[in-house]
């Protein structure tokens, strides 16, 4: 079979077929070009357009003649880029020029040349560039949201499963698979807020700014921004054009937060799936082989996150270094904001759904992580307390005593009853504790739910956070369906109000 | 004098006496050593133990003597250190063990010992910092309200003031002095939305996250937030560690943006005030001389403001760096995100304060802007519209005929009436001016008023603008004032619960 | 026509036909898509495996039938390639697996399946990247030269072009037009060094190293390292595959401070080219039109350049962020490296020959430039050492004179000689100075040929660091060259060796 | 014990006294404060006036008594200045006003006044941090050689200490400690050669460039360049000044090239001696301990090390992007980037020693490493192999084969030889092993020694990578201390001269 032929040369070995999403999370650019730029305002553009012109004819500056056969002409260039038949030439330098070409070529300056009045590519190419941004922006949010699901779903599932929690990259204390999810399910909330404020600057409208010191042409802002589903105007026409780059930085800057949670999740994922810990096994579809080491099963999507999350950072440090020192209006520099916004979205779009199918599909080992909860002292911090309280002793007493015992009991690898009871009373400390007591008190799954305070792992408590969590997800989804409703109503407001002028 | 003898050199030939600010704000740290990072986190360490003290009493689990005891000792901490009489010992690690080690030391382990229950130095320390940069946070709203202050009050008196607007660094098109600074004041009005989405971000808290993973200890968080002022507790206890990294770059990302106007700011104050343009003239009090050049008057705190812009980025890049690929939970690396933050806020805390006073104080040359105006073909835009309008073209047939006629009175420097009309009726087009009229329609300030598109340069479009700004100046300032009392009654609350547990 | 018709909108006004180069540099990505980043690797690959076939037959790890039939496929995918008949499928992964699979698809399994022995996708691809880094490396040195080389040209004609100097942006000392373009040609030599010590860190082989723990396999790899043109080999095997972002980092970094110094000279021609200054004018094609304003001439290269410059910053943060905290060796992260380096010298590869371009082809205005060198007492730096020499006053006295003498000329602009000579006799100062002597002290001409300490602007020293620069131009030519050379040598000896084998 | 009661409280537990330079390299800026700039560079200040004035009195410029007051007033601040008698006036600026000054104060301006002479703040400043920069650039260069050579003692001690190599930070192959280390200690090599190729280029002297445009005094540039121990003159005064970031960038290149190489190895450090994996026990004075988990043994100095390379990049980036887009000529901002190098200086300087102390001193677990590296088919790759040459298959076969034998084995954890010679015979390859030769074919020690490819893990092999690297670095600190001599030299060489001018 031809197919099988072209699979990968490690893919043989693993049990379920690989999701194509991921293999292309992971190929990156070796066989897939960059499309051209423009290629992805063309719907915006056309959108625009057809703003731009009805306001222009409502206000009597285009004649019915000119808007008709813009609007006819618009709406066939729509038709023919949704089946493909309409690319940009590369002749003709922009997506701008193009679509204003086709036009004129098909119905004359006369008719068409008169779309370019009251505006100039500068307002033009922001608006479309600031569309892109809001809808990207909402996909994000959209999908980050099921992420977050996807974490406090398997939260729910994992409350008592048992498992120590690290610092400095050592076991360190007790807690529980899911109060380590609800620990990234939290972190992504903060940016789904942030993708929230985010849409709210850019969901702007600077149309109409033209080259960024207005015009005497009588146009309507308003109009078109609402047409257009914008939630407001950005006033002041220099700031309209000096500012093509903070609002690529602006979503860029989410991107970057996202993606620096999203890699500290690969990294605990990469640790917690290694040979050496084995707390989770991957989905069969989202590792990858070796072509020469055919044991391998490779965290790729994991990696290649962290990658990702290193471009974002070069991503907003150009954004930032191209905007620097620079003298206010408009300057071709802020072209290069573009690409970095596109590449940007490019490398991140399909990250939270990589993670959402990681999440729902890795096999937890939960034998091997209670056992590492048991041993290498990491209820340590708990005997402490606990002996504080039996012993009426000070924290700090405590916790001296228990350092010292954790040396005598190195070779044991527990709090051994014999050498800690020896060593209590070497101290002269007052313990009245039976082996079968001593040992009850270091249990884990009893320790573990002591650790009640706002936040900790006890199961009682992370259950309340993720209600928590949940109530504030809720919220989340409701506020951006309702965005995506907004923008689809204003397109369909535009589509009626056309043919309403076109009669 | 021996103040005179230390005086700057080239401060003898300005006619006002240097800001002191400024002299700091440009001087760096050449002379001026950076302070042991601890320091700035004394008041708010002995705010946190006293409210972590009186917590842990009401929660019975320290005893009436011993809150009695720390309490004291913190008061008199708190007095010492008002007093400069209060140092850090550098023997003694960080600003927590020298407080704790400091009660121990007065009233001994048994009573002292008790104040770290039920806590880490890790969410102590996030605590701390949460507080320093909530703070600073709050500050630089307050002086950017004043800066966006200044611009508004400047732009009301310059709404007439014509000047050419700028794109690719050359006179572009017509605009006003009072349009050029309502573009920044929108830019830093965002900045101000941006300091409020990310105050809200900030202000939770995490104590008594303890090392990440909680406490068995019978802690109240929510006691300790509401009396240190927070508006909120951020919950999971694992995700109160993983994010030392995160609000320290919630609050640089803030400042980048705003340094990256600042700059924008910055580099239009240095083109505008150089001796090839020459529009503006600053306040002797914020320019700099030269110790080889006296003629100089150099903007030099424009130019730090540049530099601080790229500190900015350095620091986020720094920040976001540290925890990409880290592994969730404390890691030691996470300490040098307090360096950072406190690098950036040190580097930003005055720039606009020395911004608001350069405003206020330079001096404007209006006759020179208006010249500029006139000159140089900026008028291409406004002549190509009306002609359009006049002799019934298109567009682009407009602007073409106008490119033609800039290259034929390309010598003349202005459109010349009589090449122009040769030209254009050599073309074919009627028109019907006569060289009044042709005067008339080219005259700046007329013209100025025809550029009345929402958010454009007419003077009575930028006195809407101002308007709108003013408003949301008010919003941000009042909110800004609430959160400031709001943290104060919460201390105020906390000292009177502290006196009512202490009789 | 129809080309006229796609004619950019703004050409029509220009006098000379744009450069294409230029309309390609500036005009991004907008409607040029990136190509599959393996294109760019097809060769390389083809020629990596010419050579390991050759020696694992020499070694005797392969058949002579095989080594024949590999030879022959690839000599066969060579000449396709050459004839653009050899396209990547995406579905095989990459370069590596699209070749390979080409020749088992051809000759089969048994002949051509023995290609992989003793080698790794991971040192195949490090070894592509390399030949990629090495090949622009030479490429770059090779066009900075040619820059280099129009600088020096253009300084020797302008010696005696006296023009201002400028600190913080404003008229600072006396100096001339070759002096200024002598220290961006210095600033350039430097670049050379780099670009010099860059390639031979990067000119090792890491092919053998397999998968990064080498093989058991007999493999010869000095063998392969001659043939492909390395200078050696890259030794330890785990750092060959570690060092997967390094060598890319290293050219990038060479990248940055070019691309840092260009955008240096770029704000130079902005500023120098501005109409505030007109020093130069720029030729007509490399300067842009506007859609709206058809009399500018915007100097787009330039700004195009400073963009790119952020886009060098980003690169390399991204590169350093990735390898940053990883494990050694392989990660998938570092695949992205190889992104991002194409991605850097394809933004940078026209810049030196864009900028070779405009250094020749820009006209001067001596006139205005000595003019502006003549006016705002830049002469007072001058004026202050010859007062010092002729009044025996010291340094600091006659500094103190002069700007004093500053402020009461500040309405002359100039240094009156009345004005003067009775302040420096009402300071007591003895000056015996008629007007005309005070002029000729004062006159530029002379002024500057008296500044002829090593490295400054008199006409006879400038000649002298012409010199200097030429020299060290011819040695970085001849060492690239040489280089060059040897890379083709290199090659030929394969093709040679192959065929002696074949027989 | 005062002294006992300041200890670190997690102290208690560990072995031996924790390192002071540890502390320090650990403890960050908590509770130190940083210098202030200008007082690193005191004693450069003073060597520089030093030859400047001795330059000038043998050039006539200035008179033997003003020489004679210079010489024995600077020597006297260098006499208090090791006395840590001479403090900076923050009143003063920087740091050569603060010397003249003095100089002034106590010569009168008559004789010391004349010292300026010739020459600007931005020249010596310039001056003042090139030795500055050079001289970490040589310290630099010394420990890291030292770390260079403990990295190649140690792999001299540990060529047959078997342990797993690591790729996806999952077992992957055999390889040895020795090979590992070999690995690091080849990439720092390449930092040598980096911090060599960057001291060519710093050093170079800038004095005399006074403001960017030279000077007409009488000055030799040749001489105070010699006496101060440069290897030649950066030529262009222009570029002299407008290089004041890339002088400084060029170091931090070096320092962030090698901070990500030690951040690598620290990330290697921090798996291999996790409780995970448990390679390596950290010597007890480089490990940490934790306030509230008393059985942590934390390596902190390998997190700060992380911490330290983000600091590296953030530096980095704020140097390229103050340069970015300025325009020629001194411009204040760069007067951040001598801030910038000091900081990155501080961070670094230390590591080197750290990462000595560390590798000489950790104690490795040789029987868990070859344990690891007999399981989890580590040997595949191995096997692979063998089995194309013992059954006369192609790799790609063989490779196929050895998948499923993986998939099969699973639950046993190991190549089983009934399991596997069944499969084999299954699918017709002719194999004649006995259960014996099958294991022996398999032991790690003999896969070792096979594994000889140039530059792989075989013991042999990596002795003589071993002698390759001392090569070289023998090299890298003959060179090094040659520098350091010269340095000296000259230093001697001005006093001499000085001596013998004052007679």
Redesign the interface.
Same mark, same amino acid.
């Given at each position: 079979m031809a197919k099988n032929?072209?699979q990968?040369?490690?893919a043989?070995?693993l049990g379920s077929e690989p999701d194509p999403v991921n293999i292309a999370y992971?190929?990156?650019?070796?066989?897939?070009?960059?499309?051209?730029?423009?290629a992805a305002l063309v719907p915006y553009d056309i959108w625009l357009n057809q703003a731009h012109a009805l306001m222009l004819f409502q206000q009597k500056i285009i004649s019915k003649e000119a808007h008709q056969a813009i609007q006819t002409g618009l709406k066939r260039i729509h038709r023919d880029h949704n089946m493909g038949r309409f690319q940009?030439?590369?002749?003709?330098?922009?997506?701008h020029?193009?679509i204003e070409?086709h036009l004129?070529n098909q119905y004359g300056?006369?008719l068409a040349?008169?779309l370019?009045?009251?505006r100039?590519?500068?307002d033009q190419s922001a608006t479309d560039v600031r569309m892109f941004l809001r809808w990207h922006n909402l996909q994000l949010m959209d999908s980050s949201c099921e992420l977050v699901d996807a974490l406090l779903s398997r939260a729910e599932k994992t409350m008592r499963t048992i498992m120590p929690?690290?610092?400095?990259?050592?076991?360190?204390?007790?807690?529980t698979f899911a109060?380590?999810l609800?620990?990234?399910?939290?972190?992504l909330s903060?940016d789904l807020?942030?993708l929230q404020?985010s849409y *709210?600057?850019i969901n702007e409208s600077p149309l $109409? !700014?033209?080259? @960024?010191?207005?015009?005497?042409?009588?146009?309507q802002?308003?109009s078109t921004a609402r047409w257009l589903g914008f939630r407001g105007?950005?006033?002041?026409?220099?700031?309209?054009?000096?500012?093509r780059?903070?609002m690529e930085?602006q979503l860029v800057?989410a991107l970057?937060?996202m993606a620096?949670h999203l890699?500290?999740?690969?990294?605990?994922i990469?640790?917690l799936s290694?040979?050496?810990?084995r707390f989770i096994r991957l989905p069969d579809a989202y590792v990858?082989?070796?072509?020469?080491?055919?044991?391998?099963?490779?965290?790729?999507f994991a990696?290649?996150t962290?990658?990702?999350?290193?471009?974002?950072?070069?991503?907003? *440090?150009?954004?930032?270094?191209?905007?620097? $020192? !620079?003298?206010? @209006?408009?300057?071709?520099?802020?072209?290069?904001t573009?690409?970095?916004a596109m590449d940007a979205v490019s490398e991140m779009r399909d990250a939270p759904y990589i993670f959402t199918q990681v999440i729902n599909g890795m096999a937890l080992k939960p034998e091997r992580m209670r056992d590492e909860a048991a041993r290498?002292?990491?209820t340590?911090?708990?005997l402490?307390?606990?002996l504080?309280e039996h012993c009426q002793l000070?924290?700090?007493?405590s916790?001296?005593l228990?350092?010292?015992m954790?040396?005598l009991c190195e070779k044991q690898g527990h709090f051994d009853y014999g050498i800690c009871m020896k060593f209590l009373q070497s101290k002269g400390v007052q313990v009245d504790l039976s082996e079968k007591k001593w040992l009850q008190m270091l249990q884990p799954e009893r320790?573990l739910t002591?650790?009640?305070?706002?936040?900790?792992?006890?199961p009682g408590?992370v259950k309340d956070?993720v209600n928590?969590?949940r109530g504030s997800l809720i919220d989340f989804r409701r506020w951006s369906h309702r965005q995506i409703e907004r923008i689809d109503q204003a397109r369909k407001n535009l589509r009626d109000a056309i043919d309403k002028a076109m009669q």
């Open positions: 032929e072209n990968p040369v490690w043989g070995r992971c190929a990156g650019r070796d066989v897939s070009p960059r499309p051209m730029a423009d940009l030439s590369p002749e003709l330098e922009d997506v020029m193009n070409r004129i300056e006369e040349g008169v370019h009045t009251g100039s590519r500068n929690g690290f610092s400095h990259t050592q076991p360190a204390s007790l807690t109060h380590f609800c620990s990234h399910a939290q972190a903060r807020q942030r404020n *709210q600057i $109409g !700014a033209a080259a @960024g010191f207005g015009t005497a042409w009588g146009i802002r308003q105007i950005q006033e002041n026409s220099i700031d309209c054009i000096s500012s780059w903070e930085a800057t970057t937060f620096t890699s500290i999740l690969a990294q605990d990469i640790f290694s040979h050496a810990m990858t082989g070796s072509s020469i080491m055919p044991q391998k099963r490779n965290p790729d990696e290649v962290r990658a990702k999350c290193a471009m974002m950072q070069g991503h907003l *440090q150009s954004l930032f270094s191209i905007a620097k $020192g !620079a003298i206010s @209006g408009y300057n071709r520099d802020s072209q290069w573009k690409y970095i290498n002292f990491i340590a911090i708990d402490s307390d606990q504080a000070t924290f700090r007493q916790y001296l228990v350092g010292e954790v040396k320790l002591r650790r009640k305070s706002y936040g900790g792992p006890a408590t956070s928590n969590l």
